[in-house]
């Protein structure tokens, strides 16, 4: 194990890093949507209950581990159970994955940042998008050749992934950290206030809040609350397992895991606001309902987006700035995150200095993103980020929970974190634990995977599904194998190096 692994410089610190890797593109692009769609007021319900029997139950259980053990994924696992170690390389491999395509989003949005400057994506935004900036091919089996428009923006993004964490935990990345959120903030709340004083944001916050309460017996609504939850605290990817592990020894857990959790939420429900005024805005002056505007992902922040931005009354561009620097703040603190989770397992599995695990993991990662920036990228992007979520995150999540609650004495972290906590857990965290997230997870695995057999995602053709979910997916698997393999053959050399001297 490595002795050098850096520590947080304060508390504050550590919370930041942490929000900052919850607060992400899903704030921005998918919080908002999911509410409207699933309910608007009345999903905060079942949002609230999945915050409070899973999200904050295994933030917890995560600062806890990642506190006791001080090491990454693999380190954690291994350390719990030798065969649980691949687990832990699993997990780590996801985060690989997941930063290779997360990066080209970013990438998008800080080529998007500039055209703020003069609106360059003209008055056709869709046209804008997928013709004169991605050189979208008609599909995703003809790559097209590569796109300097997104591979300069995405080297540049790359470049800031590896310095950051370089500079190491408390000059790195909580500096960049305690740099990015208050930005973040500020844009946000200056979001919200052009936002609802604009005509017709009444219209689009009614449509955002408006409580359907017979949404509530619909199963799928709850699932969408717990997938939100999951996929917006950044949990069950090893990331806070491996942010834990640089707290210094006395360190409240609970309250940390409180004030991420709501703090993530807060800035979720406030983003929310923002996007659906501005959606609002842009129903009245055109005359149609909230409903025909509002969208997610891709499609809000690049199309739906820059027409809202055309149509403002004035400051159009201060506006358009504030937003994709938002989505550029969020995404860094988040990819950050990510890289960190793989590159501190290898540092730490293989007694490597930080330096050296990060050239060599983003090296390969930036080379790995570069599909990503073909004609074909968008498509591959919308594929990868369906399967490697579906059935990478929500199985991790699955997998981590029954392992760790059913196999393992939860109760020894319970009784590790309580004494450093000011806030006690009490027996509901077992249950929540045991039961209920394990259940719902368990449910949604299930439903994912019948809905995927039913139709192909989106209607891509199968052998593109085959050929890019299949591979990042099972990837993920063989990386996590190749990774345990390599660490055990270095151990047996090394032990022998140290014989023979
Ligand atoms: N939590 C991030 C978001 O909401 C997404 C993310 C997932 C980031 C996993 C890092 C790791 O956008």
Redesign the pocket.
């Given at each position: 194990m490595s002795k050098n692994r850096g520590e947080w410089g304060s508390r504050i610190g550590f919370i930041m890093a942490a929000i900052g890797?919850?607060?992400?593109?899903?704030?921005i692009w998918?919080f908002p949507y999911t509410v409207a769609s699933n309910g608007g007021g009345a999903f905060l319900i079942p949002y609230l209950v999945a915050l409070l029997t899973a999200g904050i139950p295994i933030l917890i259980l995560e600062f806890g581990l990642g506190h006791k053990i001080r090491n990454s994924a693999p380190g954690v696992f291994g350390s719990l159970n030798k065969k649980w170690q691949v687990f832990g390389w699993w997990q780590a491999a996801i985060?690989f994955v997941?930063t290779t395509y997360?990066v080209v989003v970013i990438a998008w949005a800080m080529s998007y940042f500039l055209f703020s400057f003069n609106l360059g994506w003209g008055s056709d935004p869709k046209g804008f998008l997928f013709g004169d900036f991605l050189k979208l091919t008609d599909s995703p089996m003809s790559l097209g050749g590569l796109n300097f428009k997104v591979a300069i923006p995405l080297s540049i993004v790359w470049a800031v992934n590896y310095i950051v964490p370089v500079l190491g935990v408390k000059n790195g990345i909580e500096k960049a950290n305690k740099i990015l959120m208050p930005m973040l903030v500020v844009s946000l709340l200056i979001m919200v206030v052009r936002g609802l004083t604009l005509p017709g944001a009444i219209d689009g916050l009614d449509y955002y809040f408006k409580p359907d309460f017979s949404k509530l017996a619909d199963g799928r609504v709850w699932l969408a609350a717990y997938g939100q939850v999951f996929?917006?605290?950044?949990i069950a990817?090893g990331?806070m397992l491996a942010y834990s592990s640089y707290l210094p020894k006395e360190s409240d857990i609970v309250n940390n895991a409180f004030i991420t959790g709501f703090g993530?939420c807060s800035f979720s429900l406030l983003s929310g606001i923002a996007v659906f005024s501005i959606l609002g805005y842009m129903a009245k002056s055109q005359g149609v309902p909230v409903q025909e505007v509002a969208s997610a992902g891709v499609g809000l922040a690049f199309i739906v987006f820059p027409k809202a931005i055309n149509a403002l009354p004035g400051m159009n561009s201060l506006f358009a700035v504030m937003f994709f620097g938002s989505l550029v703040f969020?995404?860094i603190s988040?990819?950050i995150?990510?890289v960190e989770t793989f590159s501190s397992s290898i540092a730490d599995r293989f007694n490597m200095s930080r330096i050296k695990a990060l050239s060599i993991s983003c090296g390969i990662g930036y080379l790995v993103s570069m599909i990503f920036a073909t004609g074909a990228g968008l498509y591959i992007l919308d594929i990868v980020d369906h399967y490697i979520n579906n059935y990478g995150?929500a199985l991790a999540g699955l997998i981590e929970i029954v392992m760790l609650a059913w196999f393992f004495n939860l109760e020894s972290i319970r009784s590790y974190v309580n004494p450093l906590s000011d806030f006690q857990v009490g027996k509901w965290w077992n249950i929540c634990l045991k039961y209920i997230t394990p259940a719902l997870l368990g449910i949604m695995t299930i439903l994912n995977i019948r809905t995927d057999l039913k139709i192909p995602y989106e209607g891509y053709s199968i052998e593109a599904i085959a050929k890019y979910g299949g591979f990042f997916v099972l990837g993920s698997f063989v990386i996590a194998v190749i990774m345990l393999k390599v660490e055990s053959t270095y151990h047996s050399i090394s032990s022998k190096v140290k014989e023979v001297m």
């Open positions: 890797s919850a607060i992400g593109l899903g704030n998918r985060s997941i997360y996929y917006s605290l950044s990817f990331i993530n969020a995404g988040s990819s995150s990510l995150v």
